[in-house]
């Protein structure tokens, strides 16, 4: 390719978190998702992570937060993106902090708080909470804060994720996962890979975040549903086709192209040099 430096595009999405188990849990929250445009130089190696989704929780245990993603390399700022807050269970009830915050599980629950650690711009957004007498609320989102618990109906849809389009189509990620349902039904996704919430009589356990969507995995309902796992990260660069040197590791997939850019595409962790 052509020498370096050249500006290099790069969207960065962390694991979702697992869903809550047990009655009428929370969704979890999506993972961190953050964007950035640095500069790349010749020869220097660029290390790129990609986080794993939280495994789900049981009644007795919240959802597992996901896993961090990140890029960095001499010279580059490093960027990184925070897992996402697990689900609250039955028993501990409320969600856990993260990318975006879990939500919570049924009555006097609190949402975990998203942005955590604190970014600029914010990564993500809290999740939801659930005031007494309501059910599994929404885990959070890169798009919106996780909807509040809700009384007598079903579990509250997963907060909506980001669209982009840096691979050339509009893509969205980093949904929150549903919380658990209180009916016979189970809680539609969140918009952006999160998973759906339990249904109070069968299938009981929360459905599983979208794997490179960074999507939260959904709450479980009755008391044997347990939470979905969270849906594994994803990083992807963005740079002119002139300028792509060749180099990987990792096995990213490689498109050119696009708008006259090449874009890596990292589903696993691997690098990238300039």
Do not use: C, H, W
């Not at 975990?112 to 007498?133: D, K, L």
């Amino acid at each position: 390719g052509a020498p370096a430096p050249y500006s290099t595009e790069f969207l960065i999405v962390a694991g979702g978190g697992g869903g809550g188990g047990g009655f009428y849990a929370g969704g979890a929250g999506s993972g961190g998702y953050r964007t950035s445009t640095q500069t790349i130089n010749s020869g220097t190696v660029y290390t790129i992570t990609v986080g794993d989704g939280g495994g789900g929780g049981s009644a007795s245990t919240n959802g597992t937060n996901g896993s961090n993603s990140s890029i960095s390399g001499s010279g580059l700022t490093t960027i990184t993106s925070a897992g996402g807050g697990g689900g609250g269970s039955r028993d501990i009830n409320n969600g856990s902090a993260g990318g975006s915050g879990g939500g919570s599980a049924k009555d006097n629950g609190s949402g975990g708080a998203g942005n955590t650690p604190s970014t600029s711009p914010s990564q993500g957004n809290a999740g939801g909470s659930t005031p007494s007498a309501t059910y599994g609320a929404a885990g959070g989102g890169a798009g919106a804060v996780g909807g509040n618990g809700q009384a007598n109906i079903s579990g509250t849809v997963g907060a909506t994720g980001t669209a982009n389009s840096i691979t050339g189509s509009s893509v969205n990620y980093a949904g929150g996962g549903s919380g658990g349902n209180s009916t016979g039904s189970i809680t539609p996704a969140g918009v952006g890979g999160g998973g759906t919430g339990g249904s109070n009589t069968g299938p009981n356990n929360g459905g599983d975040g979208t794997v490179n969507l960074g999507g939260g995995g959904g709450g479980g309902s009755n008391g044997s549903g347990t939470g979905g796992a969270g849906g594994k990260g994803v990083v992807i660069l963005s740079m002119p086709d002139a300028s792509y040197s060749g180099t990987t590791t990792g096995s990213p997939t490689v498109a050119t192209g696009v708008s006259g850019k090449t874009v890596l595409t990292f589903t696993g962790s691997g690098s990238y040099t300039g």
